[in-house]
C-alpha cells in the first residue's frame, strides 16, 4: 500500500469526522474500501452500544442471566449479550467479514454458518476479513457507573480459507503483528473512539449533536515515562517475584526513575490503558500462580490494545516478549499484560531479564 498522508495531511484541523477521514484515506489508498465500510459499522455499533450502556438502568438491563455463563466461565450480564448482538449484527451486514470471534462466543463464527447468523445475501459475497472484539470489557462495573468499553481488531483471511468453513475458524489463531485495523470504544464521561490502521493512532469523540465521531486525538504520542501505575494489587503476592520486585521499588522510589508512582486502577482494561495512553506510565495484568498466563484474552483484548500503543509510539509485553508477537494457540487464551509508556514497560523488564540471566548462569 503506498504511503498514505498523516491523518494532519488529510484532516488538518481536530473537528473533521472518523467518517470524513475513512473516506478521505480511501481516495489515496482505494484498497482500503473494504476497511472504510467496517468502520462504518463499527461506529454504528459504538454509537448503539454508547446509547445502550448509558440507559441500560434506565431500561433495566443492568444485572445478568442468572445461570448463563460465558466460555470464560464468567456470569453474562445483560449488557454483555445485548452488545455482543449489536455488534455481530453490524459487523455482518458490513458484508466484508467471513468470521468473527467475540469473547461473548464459544466458537468463532463463519459466514458460511448453518447458525444463519451470516443473512444468505452475504454469504460468500468475498469477504475477506476477520473481525476479534470483546463487546463490553469491564461490564462487570457497568452498574456502578464506571467507565467500560469495546474493543475490536481486524485481520485478513488466509486465501485458502475461501475453500473451506474449517480452515476459516482456524485462520483467526492469528498474531497481532497481522492486525489490519484494532481500536477501542470507551464509553465514559465522553463516548471515544481510538483507532489505528498501521498509520498511527488516533483518538475521536461522539459529538452527540451531530451523531459523529470527531477527531480530536490525531496521532497520539504516549509519554516516554510516566508516574502512574495500575495493576490490581489484590493478585501482589501471587506475582512473579519480577513483577512484586518492580511494583515495589517503584512505590519506594528506588526505580531506575528515581520518583514514587501513583497507583490508579478502574479495573476496565479500556479505561485504564485509555488513561496510560493519555498520561503516560505502566498498565498490567500478569502472570500469577493461579493463573499462569494471566487473565486478559490476547487474540481480542491484549492485541489490539498492542497494535494501538506500539503505533503511539508506545511498548505492549509479556514482560518477556512482545505481546504482537505471540501466536494464539485458542480463540479465548490467555496472556500476560504490560503496556504503556517504553521507558516503564522497559525497567520492568529489565527485572525479568536480571532472573533469566542470573539463572542462566547458575545452569
Ligand atoms: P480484575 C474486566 O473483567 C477485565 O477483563 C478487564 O477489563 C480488566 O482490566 C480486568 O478484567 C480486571 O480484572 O481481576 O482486576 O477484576
Known amino acids: 500500500r503506498n504511503k498514505s498522508p498523516t491523518i494532519t495531511d488529510i484532516c488538518p484541523q481536530t473537528g473533521v469526522t472518523l467518517s470524513r477521514y475513512m473516506m478521505e484515506l480511501e481516495r489515496w489508498n482505494p484498497e482500503l474500501s473494504e476497511v472504510e465500510s467496517i468502520f462504518t459499522s463499527i461506529q454504528v455499533a459504538a454509537k448503539a452500544i454508547s446509547n445502550l450502556v448509558r440507559k441500560s438502568t434506565l431500561q433495566a438491563n443492568t ?31 458490513a458484508g466484508h467479514f467471513k468470521t468473527i470471534a467475540s469473547e461473548e462466543e464459544d ?18 459475497s468475498g469477504k475477506s476479513y476477520i473481525a476479534v472484539f470483546d463487546p463490553l470489557d469491564g461490564s462487570a462495573n457497568l452498574d456502578s457507573g464506571i467507565p467500560v468499553g469495546t474493543i475490536f481488531g481486524i485481520f485478513r483471511h ?11 475458524l482456524e485462520d483467526v489463531l492469528q498474531p497481532g503483528r497481522n492486525l489490519v485495523a484494532a481500536g477501542y470504544c470507551l464509553y465514559s464521561s465522553a463516548t471515544t473512539l481510538v483507532m489505528t490502521l498501521g498509520d498511527g493512532t488516533h483518538g ?8 459523529e ?11 516516554q515515562q ?9 493478585n501482589r503476592w501471587e506475582w512473579d ?23 490508579r486502577y478502574v479495573g476496565s482494561m479500556v479505561a485504564d490503558v485509555h488513561r496510560t495512553l493519555m498520561y503516560g506510565g505502566i498498565f498490567g495484568y500478569p502472570a500469577d500462580r493461579t493463573s499462569l498466563n494471566g487473565k486478559l484474552r490476547l487474540l481480542y483484548e491484549a492485541a489490539p490494545m498492542a497494535f494501538l500503543l506500539e503505533q503511539a509510539g508506545g511498548r505492549a509485553s509479556t ?34 531479564e536480571a532472573v533469566i540471566e542470573k539463572n542462566n548462569k547458575e545452569l
Request: glycine share 8%; charged share 20%.
Open 63 to 93: 444485572g445478568y442471566y442468572k445461570g448463563s455463563m460465558n466460555i470464560q466461565g464468567e456470569e453474562q450480564s445483560k449488557m454483555d449479550v445485548i452488545a455482543n448482538d449489536v455488534l455481530k449484527n453490524a459487523l455482518n451486514w
Open 107 to 124: 466458537e468463532p463464527i463463519s459466514s458460511s454458518d448453518p447458525q444463519g447468523i451470516f443473512p444468505e445475501a452475504i454469504i460468500d
Open 319 to 352: 514482560g518477556t516478549r512482545p505481546i504482537m508477537d505471540v501466536l494464539p494457540t485458542d480463540v479465548h487464551a490467555r496472556v500476560p499484560v504490560i503496556l504503556g509508556s517504553p521507558d516503564d514497560v522497559k525497567e520492568l523488564e529489565s527485572y525479568y
Open 226 to 234: 510516566g508516574s502512574i501505575y495500575s495493576f490490581n494489587e489484590g
Open 213 to 223: 465521531f470527531v477527531l480530536t486525538h490525531p496521532s497520539i504520542q504516549i509519554p
Open 204 to 211: 475521536f469523540t461522539l459529538d452527540e449533536t451531530i451523531g
Open 158 to 168: 488466509g486465501t485458502e480459507c475461501q475453500l473451506d468453513r474449517q480452515l476459516c
Open 241 to 263: 517475584q519480577p513483577i512484586q520486585d518492580y511494583i515495589m521499588d517503584i512505590q519506594t522510589g528506588m526505580g531506575k526513575q528515581q520518583n514514587k508512582y501513583k497507583a
